[in-house]
């Protein structure tokens, strides 16, 4: 996935996320490394393109919680995941986040 083909910016974003594989019980500790209102990137992580999962991100207080699906993977590296759905609950969060790190990466810019 280039920086063309997305729907909106990505921002660094990095903490511990919490993925489990549809149809499996076990859960993976991996790092997020971006974060956008559509998806994510997380790192170290091998999963198969196409792979549906849940996403669960920790950040100071807030829990952020998705379904999403892996659109890209770069093995050994890290795979792209789009959200493809979102509680209410956790698109506040989410927005907060983005808030917080689009105004962190305009102070760096200054």
């Given at each position: 996935m280039n920086g063309d083909s997305r729907r909106s910016p990505r921002y660094?974003?990095?903490v511990t996320a919490e993925i489990t594989v549809e149809?499996?019980?076990?859960?993976?500790?991996t790092r997020l490394g971006d974060l956008s209102m559509h998806g994510c990137y997380l790192r170290k992580i091998n999963l198969p393109e196409g792979a549906s999962i849940i996403i669960r991100?920790?950040?100071?207080n807030s829990v952020f919680q998705?379904?999403?699906?892996?659109?890209y993977c770069q093995s050994k590296v890290g795979v792209g995941v789009e959200f493809q759905q979102?509680?209410?609950?956790?698109?506040t969060v989410l927005d907060q986040w983005l808030l917080e790190a689009k105004t962190l990466t305009a102070d760096e810019l200054t």
């Amino acid at each position: 996935m280039n920086g063309d083909s997305r729907r909106s910016p990505r921002y660094a974003f990095v903490v511990t996320a919490e993925i489990t594989v549809e149809g499996s019980t076990s859960v993976i500790a991996t790092r997020l490394g971006d974060l956008s209102m559509h998806g994510c990137y997380l790192r170290k992580i091998n999963l198969p393109e196409g792979a549906s999962i849940i996403i669960r991100i920790s950040a100071g207080n807030s829990v952020f919680q998705a379904i999403g699906k892996v659109v890209y993977c770069q093995s050994k590296v890290g795979v792209g995941v789009e959200f493809q759905q979102i509680e209410p609950r956790y698109a506040t969060v989410l927005d907060q986040w983005l808030l917080e790190a689009k105004t962190l990466t305009a102070d760096e810019l200054t």
